[in-house]
């Protein structure tokens, strides 16, 4: 992609650029951020004001059977299945990633607790997303554990050979730099060396093929509000491989998970199955514009679903790197994400000592919505679903503009607001 033309012809090209026509995008934006929070799918006012009027205005609580509320989990849960290599019926959407999160780890170390007493690490990276390692190092100090945080992502394997970890804790797709792990060959070591694994999946859902089942995954969570456009908190969701999933009651054991919630027995007994994992009443609205961001990945299905998406992601990534790296050459921007598709996720990461925050203010300022990681990163994302390869072009030649102009240098862009 060596001029705009180039980009309107590969966009002319793109058998997933009709997907675009699925939601409402403000004009004059290219969104880069949609491994934060996902854009609005046009169904979704539609859903949830349908939902609100009619489903709960008109049907009151009867809408809990008639309108399917009480199996909202499981209905949602089995269409994110479809994205993540995961059967029918084996996760379900809820609570929030920490929370459920904090329910998997806490299964698999009890899991761990029984098979191999001995074993008494949980092993991260240190680079992990921050509530994955607050709640792992909560849990740890419950279980009586240690958890130990690598900065290699390469010497993980390794380390496993100790034969000391219970569970191994990961992020598939790094928030930071954007790389990703192997998911089946790291289960494999894990397994290998005796230990489970528990896998973050909030920037691979809807974003590259996740296959679990493949991978021999033990337990995986994930997020609704980024790649599934589920909306500003919207409900994550679990997965518990089944061979694990009837052998534990997770700790967060709310009557949404017993056997039979409204038998309104004084004793706990837990739903067979990943129904377990459920704990309190579901959010019924943002579950239901959640189905929506869903179903706007679903509907890449007929044309070749993830497979199709994760060739034009990597497409748009490798497009806006290698511009980014001919075009803005000499403004010590240093590229962080991985130049080999494998080990690359849906983002392309560049870091910079100084100057990473205010080129975001000034990229935003012009409409060109990515963020800034601290320290040093500058991050865009690259959603398939909606971004075009003209996107890619532009935004870039938005960046050349702010670093050859110095526009990055206005007090405004310098000050910090309280999300970056
Ligand atoms: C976005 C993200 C989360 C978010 O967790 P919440 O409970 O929704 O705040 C968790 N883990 C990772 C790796 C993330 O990228």
Redesign the pocket.
Known sequence: MQTREDAQALDAADPLAPLRAQFTLPDGVIYLDGN?LGVLPSATPVRVQQVVAEEWGQGLIRSWNSAGWITLAQRVGDKVARLVGAGPGELVAAD????N?FKVLSAALSIAKEDAPSRRVILSERS??P??LYISESLAAQHGCTLELIDDPDAIAERLNRQDVSVLML?HVN?RTGRMHDMAALTAAAHAAGALTVW?L??SAGAVPVDLHGAQADFAVG?G??YLNGGP?AP?FVWAHPRHADRFWQPLSGWMGHAAPFEFTPDYRPAPGIARYLCGTPAVLAMSALECGVDTVLAAEPMGGMAALRAKSLALTRAFAELVQSRCAGHGLVRVSPDEDAQRGSQVCLAHPEIAYPVVQALIARGVIGDFRAPDILRFGFTPLYTRFVDVWDAVEHLVQVLDRGAWHEARFHQKAAVT
Not at 96 to 99: A, K
Request: proline share 0%; with cysteine.
């Open positions: 934060s929030s990633t920490s929370v999160l992990n997303f509530t994955d992020t928030y973050d909030a920037h997020c509000y980024k908190g994550a």
